[in-house]
């Protein structure tokens, strides 16, 4: 049933059937979404400029999803050599990099107005700025070695040991002394975000994961053909 | 058990050993990954004047004082402690007393910093205008949502 997780052909199929249907809806979301954003409340301290949010936060959300994507990726494809897992890990690479730029500068043109710095050494923007130096690393390890197999796996294992940032960066704000403000929406209590800001920003959540998505399914199409024919 | 669950067991158990060190490392060197000490941790630091330190608290009420143009005096406070800061230059929009902040500066004594830069810290809650309005028309609005 979940065989176009894994399987190439299986996962050409599934992605010639659901592609269209899924850019028709990832219009209309966003479309809806930025309507949303426009018609939100202004917040009672930081006025217009909370706007950011609603680019900064999902972006952020969607850095870590595709690491974590990733991740999944590569335990199945070392552990049961299957040769789709490098085929996603290469194509969505690049996705999560262009979040994590988004994320960090959508932060930094907030941080200025309201922290009144553009970038400080933080452990929560530090460990944001490496998860970038990892994607980039990630996307270069791709054009190292000649033989396949090894740069796969060596990419993979790389990936893996990148993983120990999520934890960091999900919980730098709780661990340790930061400038950035602590979550607001994914905390044990209720969400301490006004559900007139909390609409809109889960809109363009789901906006900026079918984009992210629709992208994804492209390059991993894209990516399946070119190994074909070599 | 195959040799492909195997592999996947020695993966996982990697991946745990690998984020056990990290953690390890990154809590015993927590003192210097803290973006800020609070008033009353730096009391406890052996610090002398001409020190170069970072303090986050509260702007204590009713401490903020414009000495000139561009020249600020006002206390930091985490309830228990204060220290005196001077500042020469623009501070943030959202900078005002009762509200968090950061200063980064250079110590003179005990009790007295002199202010490089100033950075508003803003907390987590967030809400439309027009409901801080209604709630303090009912007296509803709580101290807390700073």
């Excluded at chain 1, 176009?4 to 052909?9: C, G, K, R, V, Y």
Aim: with cysteine; proline share 4%; glycine share 6%.
């Amino acid at each position: 049933m979940f065989g176009f997780l894994i399987n190439p052909s299986k996962f050409n199929k599934f992605a010639d059937i659901i592609l269209k249907p899924l850019i028709l809806l990832c219009s209309v979301i966003l479309i809806a979404g930025l309507i949303l954003v426009y018609l939100s409340p202004l917040d009672y301290q930081q006025g217009l400029t909370v706007k950011i949010m609603y680019i900064h936060v999902p972006s952020a959300w969607l850095a870590l999803l595709t690491y974590s994507i990733m991740t999944i990726y590569s335990v199945i494809g070392i552990a049961f050599k299957m040769p789709f897992s490098f085929i996603v890990n290469k194509a969505v690479a690049p996705i999560g990099a262009v979040f994590t730029l988004i994320c960090l500068i959508s932060g930094s043109l907030w941080g200025k107005p309201i922290w009144g710095t553009w970038w400080v050494w933080d452990a929560r923007l530090t460990s944001v700025a490496i998860l970038l130096l990892i994607y980039l690393i990630i996307i270069f390890l791709d054009k190292t070695f000649e033989n396949k197999e090894v740069r796969e796996k060596t990419t993979a294992i790389f990936i893996l040991i990148g993983s120990v940032n999520l934890p960091i960066i999900k919980f730098s704000v709780d661990w340790w002394n930061t400038l950035h403000q602590p979550a607001s929406v994914s905390k044990l209590s209720s969400p301490s975000i006004d559900i007139s800001m909390l609409q809109p920003l889960l809109v363009m959540t789901i906006a900026f994961s079918l984009i992210g998505l629709i992208i994804a399914i492209l390059r991993i199409k894209a990516e399946i053909l070119i190994r074909k024919n070599r | 058990m195959s040799l492909r669950f195997q592999r996947l067991v020695l993966i996982l158990i990697t991946l745990v050993i690998l984020g056990a060190a990290v953690l390890l490392i990154l809590f015993n060197t927590k003192k210097n990954i803290v973006f800020f000490y609070t008033p009353t941790e730096l009391i406890g630091k052996k610090i002398s004047s001409g020190d170069r330190v970072r303090i986050g608290g509260f702007v204590k009420n009713s401490s903020l004082k414009q000495i000139s143009l561009n020249q600020y005096e006002f206390k930091i406070t985490d309830n228990e402690n204060d220290l005196l800061v001077f500042y020469q230059g623009i501070l943030p929009d959202l900078f005002k007393e009762g509200q968090g902040a950061v200063i980064e500066g250079l110590i003179e004594n005990q009790s007295t910093i002199n202010a490089l830069s100033v950075y508003a810290k803003h907390d987590e809650n967030y809400m439309p205008a027009s409901i801080k309005e209604e709630l303090e028309k009912n007296n509803q609005w709580k101290k807390d949502y700073k």
